[in-house]
């Protein structure tokens, strides 16, 4: 049997409760963010949840819908320079998100929030602002926050710094610690600036999950990244529609194909861990 079938066997429904809100947040680009908050809208729709992806992100950098969500919000990051003039300042941006939150507890819909690099004082000071925390609590949803860092040393500085902040202005809310392969392995010799970096931040981490996405070599994220195509979707193609959609041949086609079948099986695994929500709701557990 083929990697591709049996990940087609493995979408199955998933009884598991999982958290109704997922932020995917980091302090910088290029750290995986996208392809995982794509992720992440899959398990839902593998569990049976309509999942609506909400993308915060330059009109620049707007790519078109990968139909990785049964719905995807784009919110422009230019919009808030124009905070002051609106009701409720930087959340007055975050309409469409507020609106789609608030029908949750209706719908049994989740949400899936791409915040794009550079726009981790924007999230923070909305999150304090709006009591995020208490008041996802409030209307009885379930939120988590999945900080992403890379194996460089300046990735992990921020996402302790994150981390930390993070706690102050919504400790109710669950966080966890996704380590990203996207630039590469966490494998540090001993001593080393980054081996040290990382027991820095897992220590700021503390009792929070702590999960590795992998590494995938080749590229293969990057080449379907930068062909607008969703993993899944990609999986899903037959070999030599896959090489033309790609722009390559059907050997190396083949060669991403089992790359990301791969990937696909172990993130979702470990996903899961980050999405599920714990009985006591206690954002450490």
Request: charged fraction near 20%; hydrophobic fraction near 45%.
């Amino acid at each position: 049997m083929s990697e591709n079938t049996m990940i087609k066997k493995e979408m199955t429904k998933d009884t598991r409760r999982l958290a109704d809100v997922v932020e995917v947040v980091a302090d910088a680009t290029s750290v995986g963010k996208t392809t995982t908050a794509h992720r992440v809208c899959h398990i839902y729709r593998d569990a049976g949840r309509p999942v609506t992806l909400v993308q915060i992100e330059s009109g620049r950098r707007r790519a078109a819908e990968t139909g990785a969500a049964d719905q995807t919000i784009f919110i422009e990051t230019e919009e808030f320079a124009t905070a002051a003039t609106r009701t409720g300042g930087l959340s007055g941006v975050l309409t469409q998100l507020w609106d789609v939150l608030v029908k949750l507890p209706e719908t049994g819909g989740a949400v899936v929030v791409d915040w794009a690099g550079g726009t981790a004082s924007h999230r923070l000071d909305v999150v304090a602002a709006t009591a995020y925390d208490t008041t996802l609590a409030s209307l009885g949803i379930s939120g988590t926050s999945l900080v992403l860092a890379t194996c460089a040393a300046e990735s992990m500085h921020q996402a302790s710094r994150y981390l930390k902040t993070l706690a102050q202005v919504a400790p109710v809310l669950r966080r966890s610690l996704v380590l990203s392969g996207r630039a590469g392995g966490f494998d540090f010799a001993s001593g080393s600036e980054q081996a040290e970096g990382l027991a820095r931040l897992k220590a700021v981490a503390g009792k929070i999950p702590v999960i590795t996405i992998p590494h995938v070599a080749g590229r293969a994220l990057e080449i379907c990244a930068d062909a607008g195509l969703d993993v899944a979707t990609a999986m899903m193609t037959d070999i030599q529609p896959l090489g033309r959609r790609l722009g390559i041949d059907i050997f190396r086609a083949a060669s991403c194909a089992s790359e990301l079948a791969l990937w696909w099986k172990r993130s979702g695994v470990a996903l899961i861990k980050a999405l599920e929500v714990p009985d006591d709701g206690n954002p450490a557990a």
